[in-house]
């Protein structure tokens, strides 16, 4: 399926551009020797993006970090989702453990990844609850959103150090012929006008527990 995705990222690959995070729901790609037996490129818990002008670093991780049942204790939770909630959301029972479908849960998890970049002191963006935020120059939490939805995929763009929400849904031309249009979501914000921070961290060995 998606031939033409993955050959996009066989692209960036081969000119050593690709870097992949892996989430609650590939938490084998932890394991290297599984990446390289199977992809042939490391995954990784968070990513630093750092700033060219040594000013304001940005770290990426998926999110899920933020729940303790879907980092701590994925194994069990990924037997829950096979065997038991798989079954129970037929009958209108929601996945309790789900950020993306529990709205409770969604929040609490958005809460937490923003308590833990005011800590930290960083840019964050991260993804897992599958809503969508811009950050705002009073919080730092940036969420990717969905890449799912069949309305539409989001996702974030940085380019001269500005952070940008965007969104691509179909949309049809005066011609009706149908194409793939880019929407901005909410304002652009510069890294400089967040709140201050420092960038003296060591991240990616405290990104695997936020609980």
Excluded at 47 to 54: K, N, S, W, Y
Excluded at 59 to 70: D, K, R, S, V
Excluded at 133 to 152: D, I, K, L, R, W
Aim: hydrophobic share 35%; net charge positive; proline share 4%.
């Amino acid at each position: 399926m998606h031939p033409h995705s993955f050959e996009m990222l066989e692209k960036f690959k081969d000119e050593h551009r690709l870097y992949l995070i892996y989430g609650n729901h590939d938490m084998v790609k932890k394991n290297a020797a599984f990446c390289k037996k199977y992809m042939d490129v490391p995954a990784y818990p968070g990513i630093l993006l750092e700033d060219a002008l040594h000013k304001k670093n940005i770290f990426l991780t998926h999110g899920h970090q933020a729940q303790i049942m879907n980092s701590t204790y994925w194994k069990v939770n990924r037997f829950l989702v096979r065997y038991l909630w798989k079954n129970l959301e037929l009958l209108g029972v929601p996945d309790p453990t789900s950020a993306a479908k529990n709205n409770s849960g969604k929040g609490a998890v958005e809460q937490r990844l923003t308590k833990w970049a005011q800590q930290q002191q960083v840019i964050l963006i991260a993804g897992h609850t599958h809503r969508p935020f811009a950050g705002m120059e009073q919080s730092s939490y940036f969420n990717t959103g969905s890449c799912v939805h069949p309305a539409g995929i989001t996702g974030i763009e940085i380019a001269n150090r500005r952070i940008t929400l965007v969104k691509w849904l179909p949309d049809t031309r005066p011609d009706q012929v149908v194409f793939i249009k880019r929407e901005v979501l909410g304002k652009t914000v510069g890294s400089d006008s967040l709140a201050k921070f420092t960038n003296s961290y060591g991240l990616c060995s405290k990104c695997e527990v936020l609980v």
